[in-house]
C-alpha cells in the first residue's frame, strides 16, 4: 500500500520545477488524493510512531494567568539578536529573527529597531507635536489632542536601507536570515494621516518637501517630499494594536509606507514645511550611497521589490529527505507584490510559489512552495515582482550595477552599502546542512 | 496659501493623477484640535540648517578658536586633531572612488559645509547635545574645515561664508528623488 502511494505520488503531474519543486495549487485542490500522496509518501519512509499516553502538564492545574502574556519557556531562544548591548555611545541594532517565526506580521517585541543615541524616555503627557513653517498657521499637537482625530489602520513594512549590507560582500557571508536582514519587519500601524493635519495648516504653494524631527538627543532630522507628506504618510501611534515600542517612536513616529526606515522619524516631534531639502547628516551622509567608481546615489527613498526565504535557511537544519514547504517574505515599497517565482536548482528552472492573501502594497506578502527534498543537493532562491513592473534583480545584474566588497566582509554588523534587494540563495547539501552561497 | 477647500481639490487632483490606488483624500468635519503657536515660540527647537544658508544663526568662530574648544570638548571621541577613535575621523579619508565600502568622511563624501554645523549643533556633543553656542558650533566647524584645508587658517566662519565654502564631493551626487522615484505621485504645479 505504502508502496502505491509512494508510485502515485512520483507520477503525479505536480512538479512544476526541478529538484522536486511541486505544483502550488496542491494547496488550493486540497484533493484527498494530494494528501493522501503527500503524506503517503511520509508513511512509506518512516516508523510507526509511539502508542499514546498522557504527559504530566495534562495531569494537573497549569500556571498562574499572566496580566501581560509572554512566550513559552521554550521559545526563550527567539528573541532579536543586539548589536550594542552595553548602551556604548553609538547606534544600537536589534534585529528580526526571520527564521524562528511565520506569517506576515511581526509582534512588536521582536520588530527591528535602530537607535542612533539610545532610547529616549518620553512622558506622552509632555510630548508634542509642531508643523510649521511654509503653512498659514503653525500649530501644536499633543497625544491627547491626536487621539480625537480620525483614524486610519494599515500594514505596512519598515526597512532599514541598510538591511542585507552583508550582500555586498564579494564572498557570501555565513549568517542567518536574521543577521544577513534582520532589518526589515512588518507591522499593522494606526494613526493619524499627516495630510489631515496639513489641511488645518494649510500648505503654502512655496512647500516641496517636509523636514520631520525626533525628539531624541541628536534630533535625527529627514527631508520628505510634499507629495509623499500628502499621499500616504501617517503619524503613527499605534503597533499591531499597542501603542508604539519604546524603541519604534513612542509615542508617535511618522509612518511613510515602503521607504527607508530613517526617514520614518521617530519619537516625532516636528514637521517643517520647507521648499528644499534640509541635506541633514543622515540624508546628506549616512543614507546615501558609494556607486562603483565614486559617484553617490542621494535621496534612494524607495525599499524597491525584495524576497527571501526565511524556511528552510541558514541556521535550521533539515531533518530528512522528503516534504517541505518553502516559505518567505516578499515585499516592495513601490506597491503590491504580483509574483513570486522559487528555484530549488539555483536558478535553473523556476516554479511560482502562492502568495498568502491578503497581497496588500508596500507590507509582507507570505510566499510558499511545497517541496519535496529528494536528500540530494539543492540550491533555493526566491525572485519577486511588483505591479510598479519591478523585479528583484539576479546578482549579477546588481552587481554590476551597485558593486560588491573588495575583500570578503568578516562583521555581518558592518554596513558596506545600503539598499541591495538583490537575490539570496540557501545551498542544502546532502547531510541536510544549508549553506549560504552565491548562485 | 492654499484653503481648505483647495487642499481637497489639490489632494483629489493628486489620486486622479497617480497610477498606484492610495487612500481617499481626507475629507469631512476638520477636529481642530491644534494649538496655534508663533514661530517665535518654536525657535528653540528649530535649529535646521540648509546649504544655501536657510536657517544657520547669527554668530561667528575662527579655527584658532575652535582647536581650543575641541581639545576640551570633542577630542575624546574624535582623537587629536580629528584623526578619530574611539569614533568618526573628522579628518582625510580615502577616495570614494576606491571602492562601494569607502568609510565617508567629511573630506572625501560631505557635500554641503552646513552640514557640518547643522550635525554639530543638534548632536554634538553626543552625552551633551545642544549645549555648545553658536559661536562655538561656528569655531568647531571653522577648525574642520580648516583641518581638512578647505578654508585658510584664519578664515571666520559665520552665516554669509560658510555656505559658500565648496566641499569636493559636491557634485559628485546623482539624485535619485523625483526621476528614480516613479511610484510617488507628483504635485501638480
Known amino acids: 500500500m505504502a508502496g502505491d502511494l509512494s508510485k502515485l505520488v512520483q507520477e503525479a503531474p505536480v512538479a512544476v520545477a526541478g529538484n522536486g519543486l511541486l505544483d502550488r495549487r496542491v494547496f488550493l485542490r486540497g484533493g484527498a488524493a494530494f494528501a493522501a500522496a503527500l503524506s503517503g509518501y511520509a508513511l512509506a519512509r518512516t516508523a510507526a510512531a509511539e502508542p499514546l499516553a498522557d504527559d504530566p502538564w495534562s495531569r494537573e492545574t497549569g500556571a498562574v494567568t499572566p496580566a501581560l502574556q509572554t512566550p513559552s519557556r521554550f521559545e526563550k531562544h527567539v528573541t532579536r539578536t543586539l548589536s550594542n548591548p552595553k548602551n556604548d555611545t553609538r547606534t544600537s541594532h536589534a534585529r528580526t529573527p526571520h527564521h524562528l517565526v511565520n506569517g506576515t506580521f511581526t509582534p512588536n517585541s521582536l520588530h527591528f529597531t535602530i537607535n542612533h543615541s539610545g532610547i529616549p524616555d518620553i512622558d506622552p503627557d509632555r510630548h508634542r507635536l509642531v508643523i510649521h513653517g511654509l503653512v498659514r498657521q503653525p500649530l501644536v499637537f499633543t497625544l491627547d489632542a491626536l487621539e480625537r482625530y480620525p483614524k486610519v489602520s494599515r500594514m505596512a513594512f519598515i526597512e532599514c536601507g541598510g538591511n542585507s549590507a552583508p550582500m555586498f560582500s564579494n564572498e557570501p557571508v555565513q549568517a542567518t536570515t536574521q543577521a544577513l536582514h534582520g532589518l526589515v519587519s512588518c507591522a499593522e500601524w494606526t494613526g493619524v494621516r499627516l495630510a489631515t493635519l496639513l489641511e488645518e495648516t494649510g500648505i503654502d504653494p512655496a512647500a516641496k518637501w517636509i523636514v520631520a524631527e525626533g525628539a531624541d538627543s541628536l534630533a535625527l532630522h529627514r527631508s520628505v517630499p510634499l507629495a509623499k507628506a500628502l499621499d500616504d504618510a501617517m503619524i503613527a501611534l499605534y503597533q499591531n494594536g499597542e501603542r508604539l515600542m519604546p524603541g519604534n517612536g513612542y509615542p508617535m513616529r511618522l509612518l511613510l509606507p515602503g521607504w527607508e526606515g530613517n526617514m520614518n522619524v521617530k519619537f516625532l516631534r516636528r514637521v517643517k514645511l520647507t521648499d528644499q531639502p534640509a541635506m541633514s547628516y543622515y540624508e546628506g551622509r549616512t543614507y546615501s550611497q558609494i556607486l562603483p567608481g565614486g559617484k553617490a546615489y542621494r535621496f534612494y527613498f524607495v525599499q524597491e521589490v525584495k524576497s527571501f526565504i526565511t524556511h528552510p535557511s541558514y541556521g535550521l537544519k533539515m531533518k530528512g529527505p522528503g516534504y517541505y514547504e518553502i516559505s518567505g517574505v516578499a515585499y516592495s515599497g513601490d506597491g503590491r507584490i504580483t509574483k513570486v517565482m522559487v528555484s530549488a536548482d539555483g536558478g535553473r528552472t523556476w516554479g511560482e510559489a502562492a502568495l498568502q492573501e491578503p497581497v496588500l502594497s508596500k507590507a509582507y506578502t507570505r510566499f510558499r512552495m511545497p517541496w519535496r527534498w529528494d536528500g540530494g543537493p539543492a540550491v533555493l532562491q526566491s525572485r519577486a515582482w511588483d505591479d510598479a513592473g519591478k523585479v528583484q534583480p539576479l546578482r549579477a545584474e546588481f552587481v554590476a550595477a551597485r558593486g560588491q566588497t573588495r575583500k570578503p566582509v568578516t562583521n555581518p554588523l558592518g554596513f558596506v552599502n545600503q539598499h541591495y534587494n538583490s537575490l539570496t540563495s540557501w545551498a542544502v547539501d546532502s547531510n541536510g546542512e544549508i549553506k549560504h552561497v552565491y548562485a | ?189
Open chain 2, 1 to 189: 496659501m492654499f484653503t481648505p477647500e483647495r487642499l481637497v481639490i489639490f489632494a483629489a487632483a493628486l489620486a486622479l493623477g497617480a497610477c498606484a490606488v492610495m487612500a481617499p483624500a481626507p475629507t469631512g468635519p476638520k477636529p481642530g484640535l491644534g494649538k496655534p503657536i508663533s514661530e517665535a515660540d518654536i525657535a528653540a527647537w528649530d535649529i535646521n540648517a540648509a546649504p544655501d544658508g536657510t536657517g544657520l544663526p547669527p554668530g561667528r568662530g575662527t579655527p584658532a578658536q575652535g582647536a581650543k574648544i575641541y581639545v576640551e570638548k570633542c577630542v575624546v571621541c574624535h582623537g587629536e586633531k580629528g584623526t578619530g577613535k574611539p569614533f568618526a575621523r573628522l579628518v582625510g579619508g580615502d577616495p570614494v572612488s576606491s571602492g562601494i565600502e569607502t568609510p565617508k568622511t567629511i573630506a572625501n563624501f560631505w557635500g554641503y559645509p552646513t552640514m557640518i554645523f547643522d550635525f554639530t549643533r543638534r548632536a554634538m556633543p553626543f552625552q551633551a547635545p545642544r549645549t555648545l553656542t553658536d559661536d562655538e558650533v561656528y569655531a568647531l566647524t571653522a577648525y574642520i574645515l580648516a583641518l581638512n584645508k578647505l578654508i585658510g587658517e584664519n578664515d571666520e566662519m559665520n552665516a554669509q561664508t560658510l555656505p559658500r565654502v565648496r566641499m569636493p564631493n559636491r557634485d559628485n551626487f546623482i539624485v535619485r528623488f523625483p526621476e528614480l522615484t516613479p511610484s510617488l505621485p507628483r504635485i501638480p504645479q
